[in-house]
């Protein structure tokens, strides 16, 4: 069984009316709300089990926990009570939850993907790999990077420095669960952090130490639309409008 875990707890960035302010799962294009949206993107994936890391005040405010039971009947809401210590820490927190044996996909909210991940999965283990991420090109440093070996492989991971041009888009891919879990502890008590908070892509360094077999799934920039601000939900907005892919 796929673990699917998508974090949904960091600070709001976005105000959906301009008036009062809804956790970005909630913002709607069409109709329909991100979380909705994201959730039918999974659908291809058949046997998979999906563990949301939210807000416990949204959970409350927003019957967050009905949403998604109405959406993803069987899945979990994992609900968190204070600000963690970035998003390695709040998957962390849906760990007692998921297979370890089992492959396990992270997504997060704000990261809006044209992609099938189905085809990403696919790829990834078709060619054994042991983790990887869908990437795109970018050298702006708010995102995270790898660089790529000869052979095409991940040789290291940064998080808010651009090491190249491949960004990755929000999407991580294990073929363990548990050498997440295990990487994530790992880089955690080596205190890898980055401005006080602990990310995802360093976990790749961890796994690399271990001789990790760790590969990236290439996107277009027109393909990654993330919604991290006013600004950036405008865009999309206008995209949807205008029917640009």
Known sequence: ML?????????????????S????????????PIIENLISACESLSDAKMLFVARAM?????RLENVIALLKPNSKVIAIDQETKGAACS???AASYIDHTQPLLILTIDDI?????????KDFQQRELDAGAVVFSSVHPRYSFVRLNQSGLVSEAAEKNPISRHAIAGCYYYAHGGAFVEAA????RKDAQVDGKFYISPT?????????KIGVYPISINQYHPIKSQHQLEQYEHMIEVGVK
Request: hydrophobic share 55%; glycine share 6%.
């Open 3 to 19: 673990n699917i875990i998508v974090l949904m707890a960091g600070p709001d960035r976005v105000f959906a009316d301009g008036i």
């Open 21 to 32: 302010s809804f956790p970005t799962a909630l913002i709607e294009f069409k109709g329909k």
């Open 58 to 62: 949204d959970v409350k405010k927003f």
């Open 91 to 93: 998957a962390l927190l």
């Open 113 to 121: 993907l044209d992609v099938s991940f189905a085809d990403v999965i």
């Open 185 to 188: 502890k790992s880089m955690i």
């Open 204 to 212: 790749f360094n961890e796994l690399i130490l271990r001789q990790a």
